[in-house]
């Protein structure tokens, strides 16, 4: 038995996204795919990350 924690569907939690999202605050789905678009530069990672985050919709726009 491992320590690694899984997820529901037996894999194991990706967590070079789950950073990506926690710093930009950005949905882990979202940090998953432009993990995949910058692959392991962290530059280009966080390039897209922001640039993703400014064309997504404000949840929080008019209140």
């Known amino acids: 038995m491992s320590n690694i ?3 529901p569907d037996r ?3 990706d967590l070079e996204a ?3 999202a926690a710093k930009h605050d950005i949905p882990v ?3 998953r795919a ?3 678009e910058g692959g392991h530069e962290r530059s280009a990672v966080d390039g897209a990350a922001e640039a993703g985050k400014d064309d997504a919709p404000d949840d929080n726009a008019g209140r």
């Open 5 to 7: 924690p899984v997820t």
């Open 34 to 36: 432009r993990v995949k």
């Open 18 to 20: 789950e950073e990506v």
């Open 29 to 31: 789905d979202e940090a």
């Open 11 to 13: 894999t194991p939690p």
